[in-house]
């Protein structure tokens, strides 16, 4: 079974009628060249806008029962094919950065808020999420358990191994940062240590600071009767604009997860302490401890 995925690696206009516009002629695309699953790059309902003024970050703020949203719900149905729509959501006190998976009949099946925020940059006007969310997603051939991390997320191994231990198989990554060696060996590392493959999409080159390079890590990292291991990265987009079709071999994933030992199978929890401790407590510790 192979899950095709559509990374809808776009420019965005200036309204939200045209990221609209935009965002569902790309999946009509998509669709034909028989994607699955469309999956849009972070915040695309104003661009990664992130205005630091309130009331203009407010404007810019769209509900999840939004006619924006819905739309994409609807072209879901229509289309027979699941989309990953990106947004700044509006929500109280401040907004989320967000996305909401509709599967093939237009239902919602994920709706997941960044949950590490960029709070040292931009970010900081946003609320974050504060939990990990998975979907068995039915896109006709097969289901195929899904989760999602948003951009700097990555960089947090927490957030794809919850995920991971909920069972996920592939994780939808909105993204919307330069692609350079670091960030894509993260990714790289995620979908190793967690047997699990990532489908990342970013802005085009073009929109500022982005570069394309919209990556999928099949999370396979050698087959069973072959002596060497093998690159994990299936595809990756050039910095160009563009609707790019990126394919993962479910059966070939599972087979590969079934008697290789990342994941979970070998892990120690209860020697894990200190990854259980509050913020709080983990600060006390350090200092405790710089202070012996």
């Known amino acids: 079974m192979r899950l095709n995925i559509a990374l809808l690696q776009l420019l965005p206009g200036h309204t939200l009628d045209e990221q609209l516009r935009k965002g569902k002629t790309a999946c009509e695309h998509a669709k034909r060249e028989g994607a699955h699953i469309a999956l849009f790059p972070e915040m695309w309902s104003d661009g990664y806008a992130l205005p630091q003024d309130r009331r203009e970050l407010e404007r810019l703020a769209v509900g999840a029962d939004s006619e924006f949203v819905r739309e994409f719900s609807e072209l879901a149905a229509r289309l027979d094919m699941a989309i990953g729509i990106t947004f700044l959501e509006r929500h109280d006190p401040n907004p989320l950065n967000s996305m909401i998976l509709f599967d093939r009949h237009g239902a919602d099946v994920l709706h997941y808020s960044k949950v590490h925020t960029c709070a040292f ?10 939990e990990w969310r998975v979907a068995d997603l039915d896109v006709g051939c097969c289901t195929v358990r899904v989760g999602a991390m948003i951009c700097f997320d990555r960089e947090f191994p927490e957030s794809a191994r919850i995920l991971m231990l909920d069972g996920a198989e592939v994780i939808l990554a909105p993204n919307a940062c330069p692609m350079e060696i670091n960030r894509l060996s993260a990714l790289r590392t995620r979908a190793y240590e967690n047997m ?22 099949d999370g396979i990292a050698w087959y069973r009767d072959e002596p060497h291991s093998r690159d994990m990265c299936v595809f990756e987009a050039p910095e160009q604009e563009g609707v790019y079709l990126a394919r ?11 008697h290789e030992v990342n994941g979970a199978k070998y892990r120690r929890p209860s020697t894990y302490g200190l990854l259980r401790e509050t913020v709080g407590s983990m600060v006390e510790a350090g200092a405790d401890r710089s202070d012996a």
């Open 121 to 130: 940059d931009l970010e900081h006007v946003l609320d974050a999420g504060n």
């Open 196 to 217: 699990l493959a990532i489908a990342t999409c970013n802005y085009p080159q073009g929109q500022p600071d982005c570069n394309g390079h919209s990556t999928v890590f």
């Open 248 to 258: 993962i071999d479910l059966d070939q994933l599972r087979d590969f997860r079934s």
